[in-house]
């Protein structure tokens, strides 16, 4: 199947800072990438749908001020957690759709860890 | 609306028996489904999905699943279990109008040698 690789894989901050998480499609390219939240134990919550050139779409209840969301471009979305604090502590999924020969299918990447102190 | 239901927390099994992992569905159009597996501190892998035409979807790793509309079933089948099976597996399924997937809760498999 399709690469997507996240990065990085695990990062520890302090309470204030901000993080970026990148997303990139290796052998494809995708218009539309996603971003999930994944508590221990838990599915996948969506956070958002990230679509190349134009303004990410936000799930209700996620701050999109605190989530910020680019995707420049064909190969590249990127989740900044601004302001980070000890609740946005999780496990942070993105994945991208792979639209050719019509699979539509969602791949994933490996996941980032963020724990904030 | 579109949900999944996975029913069981939790599988296990023995090494060479098979493995069933169970998942319902709910969706307003056309279902589009799939099955992923997740193991510890990873992504999610895709293993198959269900568009259209044959019943019987076969995936990576020897999985298949079998797509039951008047049942609005979807369940992950193995003939024949391997430890390396055991991981955490989600259902996920979507209409046609909408590129975004909802999730089970996730079913953990243990199999056991």
């Known amino acids: 199947g399709a690469v997507v690789s996240q990065h990085p894989s695990r990062v520890i901050c302090k309470s204030g800072t901000s993080v970026k998480i990148e997303c990139r499609s290796l052998?494809?390219?995708?218009?539309?990438m996603f971003w999930y939240r994944q508590f221990p134990k838990k599915s996948l919550m969506l956070m958002a749908t990230?679509?190349?050139?134009?303004?990410?779409?936000?799930e209700q209840g996620v701050e999109k001020d605190k989530f910020l969301i680019n995707h420049a471009s064909l190969t590249l979305s990127t989740l900044t957690v601004t302001s980070a604090h000890p609740e946005d502590s999780s496990f942070y999924i993105c994945?991208?759709?792979?639209?050719?020969?019509?699979?539509?299918?969602?791949?994933f990447g490996a996941g980032t860890r963020l724990s904030v102190l | 609306a579109q949900s999944v239901a996975q029913p069981e927390d939790q599988v296990n099994v023995a090494e060479g028996n098979p493995l069933t992992v169970k998942c319902t569905y709910s969706?307003?159009?056309?279902?589009?489904l799939f099955w992923y597996v997740q193991y510890p501190n990873r992504g999610l892998q895709f293993l198959l999905k269900?568009?259209?035409?044959?019943?019987l979807v076969k995936g990576s790793y020897g999985f298949e699943a079998e797509f039951n509309k008047s049942q609005t079933s979807f369940h992950l089948k193995k003939p024949s279990a391997l430890v390396s099976d055991s991981a955490l597996y989600f259902c996920a399924v979507r209409d046609g109008n909408d590129y975004k997937l909802s999730f089970g809760a996730g079913t953990t498999v243990t199999v056991r040698a």
């Open positions: 269900y568009i259209t035409g044959d019943n």
């Open positions: 969706v307003s159009g056309n279902p589009y």
């Open positions: 990230s679509n190349e050139g134009s303004k990410a779409t936000y």
């Open positions: 994945s991208a759709l792979d639209r050719g020969l019509a699979k539509n299918i969602q791949y």
């Open positions: 052998d494809f390219q995708a218009t539309t």
